[in-house]
Every structure is written in C-alpha cells, then in structure tokens.
Nanobody, 126 residues
Framework: VQLQACGGGLVQAGGSLRLSCAAS????????VGWFRQAPGKEREFVAA????????MYADSVQGRFTISRDNAKNTVYLEMSSLEPEDTAVYYC????????????????????WGQGTQVTVSS
C-alpha cells in the first residue's frame, strides 16, 4: 500500500482546508486509516482515525468538533476536513494505514500504522 497526502497550504486563522490521502495497492479499503501531525520540535501526534467501513471515527481532544475524517473506498481516499483552524494546528500532516480494519483505542499510537504517506504542510497564520 502506498499513500499520498495532499491538500495542505497556508490559511488564516479561522479558515478551512481539506486534506486528502490517496492510496494505491491492495486491501486499503480493509484498513483503518489515521491522520497524525508533527510540528517543528515536537513529536508526531494523533489527530483522527477512521474504521475501514467509514462508520466510526475518533479524534484527538484538540481537534474534536473542528475536524472531520471521512473516506470514500470507491476512490481509495481518506479525507480530513479542517475548519476553525488555529495557529496551533500548524504542522506537517501525515496519513497512515493500519493492517487491520477496526478502531481500537491503540490507533492513537503511530506504532500501530504499517504504511505512511509523505506528509503535507499546513500553516495557519494568526
């Protein structure tokens, strides 16, 4: 499975962006997918994850209510809709795919993901 993240950019505080994570390869539609982010000098942190079927998701407290993760398995793509962006959301955003489809709590750990995209930069100006 290969992942390609895109959609980042520069946006003012309060604005919105939609990130996409496009996958190639077998079994992607059977895998849970997550978004993580990493700001300069900080560790990679969990943002959101979605079950293989798209009917369940979970979020970090810091983005709950502002970000929405979704997927279109027909297009092999997972999205992250980000709204009410804050300067603290500035980071490189990565998508990852686990080798299983459920949504256990351990998906908040980057160690649970077998495949990663290259990252896309999101910069929120104040």
């Amino acid at each position: 499975v290969q992942l390609q993240a895109c959609g980042g950019g520069l946006v003012q505080a309060g604005g919105s962006l939609r990130l996409s994570c496009a996958a190639s390869g077998s079994f992607f539609t059977s895998y849970a997918v997550g978004w993580f982010r990493q700001a300069p000098g900080k560790e990679r942190e969990f943002v959101a994850a979605i079950k293989w079927s798209g009917d369940r998701s979970m979020y970090a407290d810091s983005v709950q209510g502002r970000f929405t993760i979704s997927r279109d398995n027909a297009k092999n793509t997972v999205y992250l809709e980000m709204s009410s962006l804050e300067p603290e959301d500035t980071a490189v955003y990565y998508c990852g795919a686990a080798r299983f489809g459920g949504l256990p709590d351990r998906l908040t750990s980057s160690h649970e993901y077998a495949y990663w995209g290259q990252g896309t930069q999101v910069t929120v100006s104040s």
